[in-house]
């Protein structure tokens, strides 16, 4: 059984002040830095791209776990790849072929995953389950951070572990949005590997603080 991790989402941190939030948190112990990549069509926002994830390479060696929510990931993925992605997450509704983008991901060197939307079933990805190295649950509505859990995605969470247990031993759940320190622990404990916050960490006065806080939570469940 995998050890269930919290990985600080950089969409809410500072970006005048980018370097030193991430800083913050490694030396806090995170272990996995989230990035989300929206394009304005895909997800009505527009954060970050390829330049800011070189840039971000270059200050840090901790495990870059990059979530593309943009329409046609296939025209991207290599981009981003060499930009020094570690894991690339595509959406199950932006892919028309997703067979062929995750093994491409994969032949980069780098772990492909599969986000679903909060409408989409876990059933969806049976017969891709195999192939991915991780399933994304979002627990909102992709586009923006700050928003509320959505509870009924604790079901789902366990749907995609069964899921993985019985068909990809060893693959990762991770589940992204609304994650504070009054639900980490139920989330966690529902089989997520990866539980990914950002405003809850760098909302806060102190984000170091906060990720220790936190992580406590999630090694008290690994126990």
């Known amino acids: 059984m995998n050890k269930a991790q919290l990985a600080p989402s950089i969409l809410s941190a500072d970006f005048a ?12 112990g ?6 989300d990549v929206m394009d304005g069509h895909f997800v009505p926002n527009l954060t970050i791209g390829i330049p800011v994830l070189q840039a971000i390479r270059k200050i840090t060696t901790r495990t870059l776990d990059v979530h593309l929510m943009i329409s046609n990931p296939d025209f991207m993925v290599e981009r981003y790849i060499d930009a ?9 509704e932006a892919s028309c072929h997703l067979d062929r983008t995750l093994n491409r991901i994969k032949d980069g060197g780098v772990r ?12 969806l990805l049976e017969e891709i389950a195999c192939v991915c190295d991780m399933v994304l649950i979002m627990s909102v509505n992709p586009g923006f951070g700050g928003q509320s859990f959505i509870a009924s995605s604790m079901k789902k ?10 068909e990809n031993p060893g693959g990762l759940v991770e589940v992204d949005g609304g994650i504070n320190s009054d639900n980490i622990a139920g989330v966690a404990g529902a089989g997520a590997d990866i539980l990914v916050a950002g405003s809850a960490i ?6 170091a603080a906060e990720f220790r806080s936190m992580n ?8």
């Open 17 to 28: 002040n980018l370097a030193r939030d991430i800083e913050l948190v490694t030396e806090a």
């Open 30 to 35: 995170a272990e996995i830095i989230h990035v």
């Open 84 to 92: 020094g992605a570690d894991i690339i997450t595509v959406q199950y």
């Open 112 to 123: 492909a995953g599969i986000a679903l939307n909060p409408h989409s079933p876990v059933h």
């Open 157 to 166: 969470i366990m749907k995609a572990r069964e899921l993985l247990d019985s």
């Open 202 to 207: 760098f909302g806060s006065t102190d984000p």
């Open 216 to 223: 406590s939570v999630i090694e008290k469940v690994n126990r």
